[in-house]
């Protein structure tokens, strides 16, 4: 349908990090090259947590790059922010001063490092849920991003046997809905969830949040420019279970 945008708020600049990143990813390459694929919103997001590749100062560097280029597509600035370790809020305690002193346009909230020490089934569901919760608690985070996304990693690493979205209790999906409704934070579909698409858990998950008036961001989690365009299997999945393109969320509809 002609009314549903092409859209991707989780695109990875990883040039200005300090370790392991790709000197073309760029915030103008990767608007140039949104262009080419037809994106009329992109935003253009960098790690800022407790890993040392990911300081603050070069979140500013991406972000004065950013500054300095004008496009089509409408260009958004953004962090992806992680939960401390232990719990008890964002691993970059400044996080919220930052996103102020730098402008950012959103921050993402995201669970990550999951599987450094053995997780049997039933804790790496509890922690996940913990930390999306906390997640839900941080003024700072606009979007929660791949929640329960780690299981099928943790099976790829040999931590878990198996992974699959209907193992995770309804009560712990109910809840984080619900924190969702208060926070007023939108849910990111991301390719990591590709492989649940089939399951029919999934799906009731999104349709629920839907229901429930959440917003759905869509993101490509591309970390290189031949990544970019992932995020169109994501938008079809959403619209094939029902959602209305107003509900869509940018960096405008909080």
């Not at 996080?95 to 909230?109: F, I, S, T």
């Amino acid at each position: 349908m002609n009314d549903w945008p092409k859209l991707d708020f989780h695109l990875h600049a990883t040039r200005y990090r300090l370790s392991g990143g790709r000197p073309d990813a760029t915030v103008a390459n990767i608007a140039a090259r949104c262009a080419e694929l037809g994106y009329q919103a992109i935003g253009v997001v960098e790690h800022l947590d407790a890993d040392p590749k990911h300081p603050a100062a070069c979140l500013a560097e991406l972000v004065a790059e950013f500054r300095t280029v004008s496009a089509p597509p409408r260009l958004y600035v953004g962090a992806e922010l992680d939960v401390n370790v232990a719990g008890d809020g964002l691993s970059v305690p400044a996080a919220p001063r930052l996103k102020r002193e730098l402008g950012l346009d959103y921050c993402l909230g995201s669970v990550h490092g999951l599987g450094e020490g053995a997780l049997d089934r039933d804790a790496y569901i509890a922690e996940e849920h913990r930390r999306l919760l906390v997640l839900t608690r941080c003024p700072a985070v606009d979007v929660i991003a791949h929640a329960w996304s780690m299981g099928h990693a943790l099976v790829r690493k040999g931590i878990l046997p198996e992974w699959r979205f209907s193992l995770i209790p309804d009560v712990h999906l109910k809840e984080l809905l619900d924190a969702l409704r208060v926070s007023g934070q939108a849910l990111e579909v991301n390719p990591k969830a590709r492989a649940d698409f089939p399951d029919p858990a999934y799906r009731v998950f999104i349709q629920q949040a839907i229901a429930a008036g959440i917003r759905i961001a869509i993101g490509s989690d591309a970390h290189s420019l031949e990544r970019i365009g992932g995020a169109d299997a994501q938008a079809a999945f959403v619209r094939e279970v029902g959602l209305p393109a107003a509900q869509l969320w940018t960096p405008e509809a909080r």
